[in-house]
């Protein structure tokens, strides 16, 4: 139980400094993170994280990594996602998506944003990885 709550700890400071803003730096203190559940996959050292995140209008998200799945769904709001290879897309409230794991990808909220976010990572690794 230790090492887990280790991980998330770790994990959501990682993710944490990949949030930046180009508008204010009170701004991007408005990004909030709620870890909502986890559970570890038995026998093959992965957890699921399942969260939400709140930001601003105009809060960019740095290029980064994940060892695993993130499934994602817009709750309110709109942003901007470019997934390396792909053009970029909007999403918008009752839309979602998927990056694949490894797959570099970033963006922009256009609009304040509620997000719905599931993670399915390595247990072993950290959540986020700059790109």
Do not use: N
Request: proline share 8%.
């Amino acid at each position: 139980m230790a090492s887990r709550r280790g991980f998330i700890t770790c994990a959501i400071c990682s993710a944490v400094g990949l949030i930046a803003t180009g508008v204010e730096p009170a701004q991007a203190q408005g990004v909030q993170r709620k870890t909502l559940s986890t559970i570890d996959y038995p026998g093959d050292g992965k957890i699921s994280i399942l969260m939400t995140l709140e930001a601003p209008a105009e809060t960019v998200i740095a290029r980064h990594t994940h060892p695993g799945i993130e499934s994602t769904v817009v709750m309110e709001g709109e942003l901007e996602l470019e997934v390396q290879g792909q053009p970029s897309k909007r999403f918008t409230a009752g839309e979602g998506f998927q990056v694949p794991p490894g797959a570099v990808h970033g963006g922009k909220t256009l609009k304040p944003c509620r997000l719905a976010i599931t993670y399915v990572v390595e247990k072993d690794k950290p959540l986020a990885t700059p790109a």
